[in-house]
């Protein structure tokens, strides 16, 4: 046993403990196997022996007389309970030392039975050697031994007590068993060298396995950690890809079946487990305007080899849609066949839409400094050409005030009146559009408005055109300026007209709506609540995308050169969303077009518009009254007409020299003032003059405020306003208006 | 576990003493010999079967039907072919008058009659065994050619029990004109006699 002791087992050394124990396996089941082959074997031999009993000696004889030989008896009982221990702790408690120790001796005994049995034939001895080299089948030498003290005890006792069935001698000597135990020894020596050797090798394929085992522990212990580090990667790939949005996936061309990663499925709204599809059922998804694009870019990518990218969109199960950015390469084989194609795909709809909405933004913005820039220049005009104008149309209107009828220069003063008239239009439009104007809004029902204008509507657009009108008789009010309204509607009308040139519907259509939910067009938003909705809708030509996207910008026209200005729309468009409204358009070539325009629906009952009275008699007054007016001409006709109708007038050519003129304890009942002026402006005037003399009754006058006045155009109410250009009896009316609101406010 | 372990070897050893008890009475038994008769010192005149006067004469006695004869038949033909025709051999069987001849044609008959050289025949009631004083099966007399007994008793170990033994010995050390001290073996085998027989009574009225 030295071999095996050599390698007992170390604490330190796990692989020697398992050499051992798989050692100590083995061996047991060797005992285990041995114990029940000796179960067998000795219930065999227990037949056996009855069987040569009943064959050899079954009866005994005495003279004529027999009975059953004691070697049956002896076969069936003795043999049986030599058997029943051993083959009973043998199925019982195999593996056991006492089991084969128990089997060493009762296999022994049943040797010396059987040689008994058979007449102490020399051949039964075999029995002896025979069952001795099964026994060392169990590899354990100490059971050779207990067989072996057996055989020697049998032989001392019998050579002692019955000698002469042994020795065949009457009286044997004490050696006589020691030369029969000797060749007993002879051969438990040579098993017991071969159990010695057969030991030492099932010691060494303990050791291979207990090193192939530890080899196996290792190299699972290295794939599990592999496997870990594996699926950390994977989940951190996937985790990126899903950060990125970007996925992968592959096609087998020659299996048609395209796998993917988790994000690739997730973009393409694939259900968990989808997997293996035809690159035809992944199409399923892709966007039918993009479709046939999409799949030729990819075949000639598999007829060319290489690489290819291919932005689409697709359409998921819930209908929304995404906008994927795909990438691919192709794989060939060594025959330069295509056989796979690997490729990404990722997620670009937010960046898209980004930058569709930045595209939009600039777009806005550049419209917006174009605005601007229309719109200084039309603030510059619009106060120069004002002036002018109020000076041309006023002395005009004087003029025509001292001809008679029959004049001839009546006629010539006349055209030169239409001709400011048309002046002092376009320059309104201009400010319009350009969102400069001032706007003096009120509450109005826009069904009044569009009522009024019906007759002069008709009349505009011609008998092949119907107008109708779908007025809501439970209209809600609207907050705007009329005049402006007035305005928008007829251009929408003309518009209208011009797009039926054979004739068509026109329908005037208002309506209460609803939003409930922000909205946006041409990116101006509306937020929810109650708006008040005007249609404009017509049978005419209707409009391309092209024409839409450019419709509201000034000096955009369709009508070609010197059929329109090109301000209609853009006017409409200023003054819509400068009364915090909308106007949204909807059309198509050959379908006719209609406008809709909503306007905050207001919760006031409508105030009723000022009562214009014929300027044929100029209201008069005694009042004294300030015009401070740095246009000269301006000022010269105010004061010219004010004078005219009976006022006390004082002139300023700035708010400098008004407030030297109030600091000199001048007092007046009405301060007439211009608002855009060089070094003090009207505004700026009125607060000091407030300071100083709380209760002056102020007059703005201005063609163009640039928001001196007002917030984005809207006058503030208190304030007094006349605009430019005006005429001598609307000054006169203003100013008597004023004068008579609040008479006890003055403390001049 | 010490007790269980204590109920086991005792339990082992209640199995050794039993089994050990077993043997002895098997061994006894097989070492028990037979009763012998009382053997002429010499050859009866009146005997059946003739002397030898050239070599000595064996005659051996056996029950046809007794198993521990075999091994005494199979120890006659060992001693015979060592004898080497030294001496005349006789085996003679029991034959009762009641049973008819087929009663001796046994096996172990046929073992006797295939020894060479071997005269086999019957004994009519036993009444040649008497003669030679023989009452148990594979009883051995051994006369040489003046007569005079030489040797009697059993040519094995023990019951059925082959193998070396003194008889035999004995008998070829005489046949080979050596000294042997020893003229008188047990015998083992079957009884010639029925039980209730004894030695006194009529031997003839025994074996019926």
Known sequence: MHEINKHEPSVNDPTQARTVELFKEQQQSIIQHTDRLFARIMVFQWIGGIVAALLISPRTWAGTQSQIHLHLWAAIFLGGLVTSLPVLLAWTQPGKTLTRHTIAIGQMLMSALLIHLTGGRIETHFHVFGSLAILAFYRDWRVLISASVVVYVDHVLRGMFWAQSVYGVLQAPIWRS??????????????????????????????????????KASIEHTVEQRTVELRKSESLLEQAQQIARLGSWEWDIVADKVTWSEETRRLYGHAPGDIGFTMKRCFDRVHPDDHERAWRVIEDATKSGGHFVCDHRVVLPDGTERIIHGRGEVILDERKQPVRIIGTAQDVTERVRAEEALRRSEEQLRQSQKMEAVGRLAGGVAHDFNNLLTVIGGYCDLLLRQVNGN?????????????????????????????????????????????????????????????????????????????????????????????????????????????????????????????????????????????????????????????????????????????????????????????????????????????????????????????VEDDIAVRRLATSVLRSCGYEVQEAANAIEALGLIDAQLRFDLVITDVIMPQMSGKELYTQLIDRVPQTKVLFISGYTDDALAHHGVLDEDLQFLEKPFSPAGLAQKIREVLDKTPALLAV | MAIRLSFRLAALLCWLLISAAGAVVVFNYESSPGSSGSTPLRWPENAPIALDENRDTLVMFAHPHCPCTRASIGELNRL?????????????????????????????????????????????????????????????????????????????????????????????????????????????????????????????????
């Open chain 1, 178 to 215: 020691l030369e029969h135990a000797g060749w007993v020894i002879f051969e438990v020596t040579f098993l017991i060298i071969s159990i010695r050797k057969s030991l030492s090798e099932m010691f060494i394929v303990a050791e291979r396995q207990a090193n192939l085992e530890a080899m």
């Open chain 1, 407 to 627: 004049d001839k220069l009546r006629a010539d003063a006349e055209e030169i009146q239409r001709a400011s008239d048309r002046a002092a239009a376009l320059t309104r439009q201009l400010l319009a559009f350009s969102r400069k104007q001032v706007l003096q809004p009120r509450v109005i029902d826009i069904n009044e408005i569009v009522g009024g204008m019906e007759k002069m509507l008709r009349r505009l657009i011609g008998e092949d055109v119907d107008l109708r009108t779908v007025f809501d008789a439970k209209l809600g009010q609207i907050k705007a300026d009329p005049g402006q309204m007035e305005q928008v509607v007829l251009n929408l009308v003309v518009n209208a007209r011009d797009a039926m040139p054979r004739g068509g519907k026109l329908t005037v259509e208002t309506a209460n709506v609803y939003i409930d939910q922000k909205t946006t067009f041409r990116n101006r938003g509306l937020d929810p609540g109650e708006y008040v909705m005007l249609a404009i809708s017509d049978t005419g030509v209707g409009m391309t995308d092209e024409v839409k996207a450019h419709l509201f910008e000034p000096f955009f026209s369709t009508k070609g050169v010197g059929k329109g200005t090109g301000l209609g729309l853009a006017t409409c468009y200023g003054i819509i969303t400068q009364s915090e409204g909308d106007i949204r358009v909807y059309s198509e070539p050959g379908c006719g077009t209609t406008f809709k325009i909503y306007l905050p629906r207001v919760r006031q009952s409508a105030t009723a518009a000022p009562i214009a009275r014929e300027p044929s008699d100029l209201p008069r007054g005694s009042e004294s009254i300030l015009i």
């Open chain 2, 80 to 208: 015979l072919a060592q004898a080497a025709g030294r001496v005349a051999a006789h085996v003679v069987f029991l034959k009762p008058s009641e049973f008819s001849s087929e009663w001796t044609q046994t096996a172990l008959r046929r073992s006797a009659e295939e020894i060479p050289g071997v005269d086999v025949r019957d004994d009519a009631d036993g009444a040649l065994a008497r003669q030679f004083g023989a009452q148990t099966s594979g009883y051995v007399v051994l006369y040489n050619n003046h007569g005079d007994l030489l040797f009697h008793g059993g040519i094995t170990a023990g019951r059925g029990h082959a193998g070396d033994n003194s008889g035999e010995s004995a008998i070829l050390a005489l046949a080979e004109n050596r000294e042997t001290r020893i003229a008188q073996t047990p015998v083992y085998g079957c009884s010639l006699l029925n039980q209730q027989c004894s030695p006194e009574k009529d031997a003839a009225l025994c074996t019926k």
